[in-house]
């Protein structure tokens, strides 16, 4: 079992970068959580726990293409690691196990 | 400005995004930034773009996206780049309010007139550090000169310290002057003995990497010493006074800062490392820019703190006036006032002037209030007393007669006139 727990937002962070496969970037990432979760999100809270998923070891990140309108600086692409997935997958069980255990009275 | 320009993210924010973050994201961050801005120009339009862009980058200036604390505060101990010359009139700004701020309206604060007393003290003892600062600064400009190949901006670097130190020197000609030569005098014999030692031994060592650094070595350890001894010195005055608190603050500042000169001064042992130095700027700059403040700016500032101090006193006064016509006798305590006479006995209102002092004497009363001048070693009693004997002394600052003066201030050796009624001022060493 894993030791990592992981925060509301950072599990939202995690599982951006898994729906944008391949594709994940700053920009990219709060766009398509903008667009699916409909909330604000900042550049430097995204930043924040990027890096802190990273030295975590839950994701890893590479640079990619340059491109006219970032300035000529380049894209840094995050990808979900293996023990990231492990996380999430708990996280996942952790959830369904909770949503199984409520009585079917009790959220009418 | 031409549209292009005008679509840009705005520089200055741009700027202190590259100032604060790391470099080990400042990349990737800064294409996200500039992205996100081009996105939002295109559908927000350029304003609110540029809004949302500064938003982002104070909402970046957080733990884990800065770069080391540490670097972003350094003292460039080894480069005078522009930031260097900006620092350097930051600290003098500073240090000028610090000299001025207990006679400045405020609330009443101890501590002012500490730090007040540790500016001044840069103006007097300091001095000893301009002959150093001059040789210093000499080193580092021929060092600048030789060295041109490794540094493009050489010949700008090299005008403005020229620059620089001649406006120091004029400013030392002032001192020269306003001194009549007596204090200064012997330094810049010191002077004229330490600078052709200096020159003869570049001309011995002209094959090294960087043939000055002994001499700077030396130098930054005399220096470094003399500034010990003085902080040491008022650290023991500020101890004696029983400011166990801010002498205890003081002390822990003071060994952090040793401890970052110590490393600074380590480093100039390695000649390869040499860059230009803005050390010898601080030791001219700083003593000189304090001894002038003490010199030209005290005097107007405590006649002003004085006559504000008088006037805050004069609803007291009328108070203490109103009791003993109501009541037959003077109060005992200004206190006494609260009861029906005043709702709260008024402050000086001046950071340097903690509170109006009271006396009853027989059927009289004193009221004075004390301010300190220069070093912590002249303090000024301004005292209110009708038996002053204003009308008897000639002119405003007539000599003092002690015989004259009824209300002796004890230790006092000289009194003066402040042109508000039956105030007079009185200096005690």
Redo the contacts between chains.
Sequence with gaps: MSQYHLGEFEEVVLLTVAILYGEA???AI?DEMEKRLNRNV????L??VL??LEKKGLLTSA?GE??K???G????YFTVTEYGQEVLDETKEQRLALWNAIPEVALK | MNRSENDRPPPMVLAFFRWFCSPD?R??????????F??RRTTLGVRKAKWLFA??V?????P??IRDLNSLTHHKFYTMKRSGWIKLVAMSVLLIAGIISPFLPGPPNRFVIGLSVFGQSAGFFGLLLVPIGIIWAVVEIRNLKSRNVENPNWRQAYSIAIIATAIILAIIGLAVIQLKAGFLGPLLILIGIIWPIVEIRNLRNRNGENPNWRTAYSLAIIATVIIVAIYLLLLVAVFIQGEFVNGSLALVLGALALKKAIAGIKKLRDPSMWQFNSTPFYLLAIPLIAYFTRIYIMEPLSNYSRSMAIERSQVLIAAIEEFKNKEGQYPESIQDLEAGYLKKIPSPLIMGILNFRYHKINDNFSLSFSQWLELGSLEEIVLYDKDNLKNKLTGQFAKYDYSFDLCRVKGAFASYDTGHGYWRYYWVD
């Design positions: 970037y700053g920009v709060i900042s550049i430097g809270a930043q924040t890096r802190r640079f340059a491109t309108i970032r300035g600086k380049r894209k840094r | 994201f990349e990737d961050l800064e294409g996200d930034l500039l992205e996100r081009h996105n938003a982002d104070l909402l970046l200036f957080r884990g996206i």
